[in-house]
Antibody, heavy 121, light 110 residues
Framework: EVQLLESGGGLVQPGGSLRLSCAASGFTFSSYAMSWVRQAPGKGLEWVSVISGGGGDTKYADSVKGRFTISRDNSKNTLYLQMNSLRAEDTAVYYC??????????????WGQGTLVTVSS | QSALTQPASVSGSPGQSITISCTGTSSDVGVYNYVSWYQQHPGKAPKLMIYDVSNRPSGVSNRFSGSKSGNTASLTISGLQAEDEADYYCSSYTSSSTRVFGGGTKLTVL
């Protein structure tokens, strides 16, 4: 059974940093692209970033490019999202998401339960 | 990358059929058959209902079906049930190798 468990969310001041983690199990982690998707309170889903199975390639939404960094540790079956220069508009539930395959065209098939990030003074 | 366009809300009575549209551009929906649909109940994580325009994952009811014509993809739910009441999101692969979501559609079962 695929399981994705996010952690690291919380309250942070504008301009601050936070690192999210996602512990994965139930599948061969290194064989799949992994992604972060966020959802602001009462709003829709927003794709944030994706990383290839080996970790050597990444893509970002324009809204986070240059501020967020996605990474993975395949030896620990863990996905990360380093978030810097946080803004109020980054406030959202952040979902860890598994792609259906190694290619970016596959899309997400499994989601974690999400972790809430609140950016406020 | 602009969000795909979905109606804000749709409604139907139990047993009826409804269709939710998802309009993109020639950089996403119009050029790739990599459209997915997700169901999200309040306070829950999204669930994959349709992938690659018209394919259902194992365990998803055959009352859910997907199609595409030009720049617009569609999700049809037949034989509406109370449990189908939820938010629905479409998503497409893009020419930038990223994904884009629709704004979401709230389905109300009357």
């Amino acid at each position: 059974e695929v399981q994705l468990l996010e952690s690291g969310g919380g309250l942070v001041q504008p301009g601050g940093s936070l690192r999210l983690s996602c512990a994965a199990s139930g599948f061969t982690f290194s064989s799949y692209a992994m992604s972060w998707v966020r959802q602001a309170p009462g709003k829709g889903l927003e794709w944030v970033s994706v990383i290839s199975g080996g970790g050597g390639d990444t893509k970002y939404a324009d809204s986070v490019k240059g501020r967020f960094t996605i990474s993975r540790d395949n030896s620990k079956n863990t996905l990360y999202l380093q978030m810097n220069s946080l803004r109020a508009e980054d406030t959202a539930v952040y979902y860890c998401a598994k792609y259906r395959g190694s290619g970016y065209f596959w899309g997400v098939d499994y989601w974690g339960q999400g972790t809430l990030v609140t950016v406020s003074s | 990358q602009s969000a795909l366009t979905q109606p804000a809300s749709v409604s139907g009575s139990p047993g009826q059929s409804i269709t939710i549209s998802c309009t993109g551009t020639s950089s996403d929906v119009g050029v790739y058959n990599y459209v997915s649909w997700y169901q999200q109940h309040p306070g829950k994580a999204p669930k994959l209902m349709i992938y690659d325009v018209s394919n259902r994952p194992s365990g998803v009811s055959n009352r859910f079906s997907g199609s595409k014509s030009g720049n617009t993809a569609s999700l049809t739910i037949s034989g509406l049930q109370a449990e189908d009441e939820a938010d629905y999101y479409c998503s497409s692969y893009t020419s930038s190798s990223t994904r884009v979501f629709g704004g979401g559609t709230k389905l109300t079962v009357l």
